[in-house]
């Protein structure tokens, strides 16, 4: 659809600042919306069936069948509450707090490293406790990533063919990142995030010799990690053939195998599972697809796989109806969305089925774990906002 009857009224309108609140569902965009809320709502019914024997066999949990679910249902509150702050605030609002808040998690990456604040978990030290909750950084860093890297190649447009002005800065900044995050060490979330950066990059303008190079420079860079790393070599021989050491470090694989090969084409039930019964670790974060394949068989698989990728393809509808508008902070920032949410995805579905090397990524919207549902919950109300700008000015709406 042509958009010239609307193209000065359209940019006169993108840089002006956008009030109000939402008056009818019309205003919001029905396939993210109800793709998103499934995937909630999906996530919850089986975060609580895959948790089930472990929650009863913890005595962390006080032996409760439902210790995890009511955690799970409270982080939902807690994102969904958030997240309806989080729309009423204007996408030239989060432009401006881009920095700062990209700031902020740099500090908290920092105080995470930092004994008796950070806390470790198997050999990790990925979490800050706050009495009541921990809170994970590297979750929150994708979405303040996601804000920096816009603000940044909205600012850079016009240099985004020079190595040194568009490149070297943010290169620099995504270094000193995963120089933090690798040090927790959590190389899954440096990863998502070096995607979403230089990802946000590409598809602003970046030179395409330059992506080139860096996606030589990168790929290099992550096999020398993984070489050089004995705990990272060990998951990939152990990626290649699970079944040589599948009670060592082929375990959680194999058995994510076994579950989906029990799931065949309908699966055995819901709370069938005999994998989540203490075969198959982090049944309810990292491995939750696996007890999905195995109660809901290849159609339960195939349905989250089609809600993710509408999700994806609304939030790439959305960041080109903003381009159109000249709105390109919030364009970007609907296709650093996407990338997250459809990258994270992929990898955590590729670890379940055997496809990529075992990563501690979960799987979003839908595993258990209080800091990614809030940063996901963030996300999607930000990407919501910059919809429901996009329809204000196409209206002749705002201010």
Known sequence: ??????????????????????THPGELDPLLFWSAALLLIFGLVMVYSSSIAYAEGSRMSGHQAGFFLWK????????????????????????????????????????VLIPHIGREVNGARRWIPLGFANIQPSELMKLFVVLYAADYTARKLPD?????????????????????????????????????????????????????????????????LIWLSPYRRERLFGFADPWKDSLGSGYQLSHALIAFGRGEWLGVGLGASVEKLFYLPEAHTDFLLAVIAEELGFAGVMAVIALFAVLVHRAFAIARRAHQLDKHFAGLVAQGVGLWLGIQSLINMGVNMGVLPTKGLTLPLMSFGGSGILANCLALAILLRIDWENRQVTRGGGT
């Open 72 to 111: 799970h249902i409270i982080f939902l509150a807690v994102g969904l509450v958030s997240g309806a702050v989080a729309f009423q605030v204007p996408v030239r609002t989060w432009q401006q707090l881009s920095p700062w808040l990209a700031g902020a998690g740099l500090l908290m990456l920092v105080l």
């Open 160 to 224: 985004m063919k020079s190595f040194k002005r568009a490149f070297l800065p943010m290169a620099s900044m995504i270094l000193l990142i995963g120089a933090l995050l690798l040090r927790e060490p959590d190389f899954g979330a440096f990863v998502v995030i070096s995607c979403i950066a230089f990802g946000i990059l590409f598809l602003g303008g970046l030179n395409a010799r330059i992506f080139g190079l860096l996606l030589v420079v990168a790929l290099v860079g992550f096999v020398l």
């Open 1 to 22: 659809m042509s958009l010239n009857p609307f193209d000065t009224r359209a940019s006169s309108l993108a840089s002006g600042r956008l009030g109000g609140r939402v």
